[in-house]
């Protein structure tokens, strides 16, 4: 029998283990739940499965079982304040994980986890994981993270990571990369990183880079590398130009160096300058600079070459 004449998506488990071999998809998000039964072992075809929101301080073993599975979601909370005001947050991930070989997506973002296991990188077959908002920042770490050569889709902002390891050049397949730093009321307040992260230079293959709320000034000239590159951010970083090597990302559709002020000495209050080469993105289609202080010269010129307002 085909499964796809059968399968469903549950959001109870009381109904899904009435019938356990058609549950493809099984959504337990935000039901309070502090653990799970074994009886979840029966669900061999389990492809998608939601943990958001719950009040777990450790993926439940059981989890382990579901060697079926593809996509994993176990976000802690749906926002920073919440995270802030939940007793229980996942705070380690088992070695068992390995076990899940199948698995594609993971998200672990808004917990409050600080190692992996060595197994991690097993996962071989991961393309899209989200840790946003944990306290993963150690070289060992990153680097078993570097070892996932999948990986389309990194989020890593927000745990305070001041540095990359070299092995983040093997990540070879990442598209999408976030390592925006950690905000509350509008304004960073983790670690922010002082110098660009030159490694990523090497990531050719990256579409959209977010490196909101991080401390350096400078942006290298060889940024030009990332070819591909179709969406930067760089909000609320204390840069005040760009290097006219930019204008040789012509396939860049959104740029965003917003800042949001907080005191008059901050670096909104000082002329922000594009590169003359900024008319050669032909393809751009939205320049955010929000809070910025930018000559009307700069907006004219812009406007007049690429024919879109620079957004404030």
Request: aromatic fraction near 8%.
């Amino acid at each position: 029998m085909n499964l796809n004449s059968f399968a469903q998506k549950f959001t109870s488990l009381v109904d899904a283990l009435k019938n356990p071999n058609a549950v493809v998809e099984l959504d337990l998000s935000s039901q309070n739940l502090t653990e799970l039964p074994d009886e979840m072992s029966k669900f061999v075809n389990l492809k998608v499965l939601n943990l958001s929101d719950n009040n777990f301080s450790n993926i439940p073993e059981v989890v382990f079982q579901l060697v079926s599975l593809e996509q994993l979601h176990a976000q802690g909370a749906r926002t920073y304040f919440e995270k802030y005001e939940k007793e229980f947050l996942i705070t380690s991930i088992s070695p068992a994980i390995n076990k899940l070989s199948k698995l594609k997506v993971l998200n672990l973002s808004y917990n409050d986890i600080d190692k992996l296991p060595a197994s991690f990188f097993e996962l071989s077959e991961l393309s899209e994981l989200n840790l946003f908002h944990n306290r993963v920042h150690n070289q060992t770490d990153l680097e078993i993270i570097a070892k996932l050569s999948r990986l389309t889709n990194l989020n890593l902002g927000a745990n305070d990571i001041l540095e990359l390891p070299d092995l983040f050049a093997n990540l070879q397949s990442i598209k999408v990369l976030s390592l925006d730093n950690a905000y509350s009321e509008g304004v960073p307040v983790g670690e922010m990183m002082t110098e660009f992260p030159k490694i990523l230079l090497e990531l050719t293959n990256l579409e959209e880079l977010s490196l909101t709320g991080q401390g350096f000034k400078d942006v290298p000239k060889s940024i030009k590398s990332l070819q591909n590159l179709k969406m930067l951010w760089f909000n609320d970083t204390p840069i005040s130009r760009l290097p006219e090597s930019l204008g040789e990302l012509t396939k860049l559709e959104v740029l965003f160096v917003s800042f949001y002020c907080v005191a008059d000495d901050a670096p909104c209050s000082r002329p922000f300058y594009f590169p003359k080469s900024i008319c050669n993105l032909k393809n751009i289609k939205e320049i955010g600079a929000f809070g910025r202080t930018v000559h009307d010269s700069e907006v004219k010129r812009v406007k007049d070459c690429l024919g879109i307002d620079i957004r404030f």
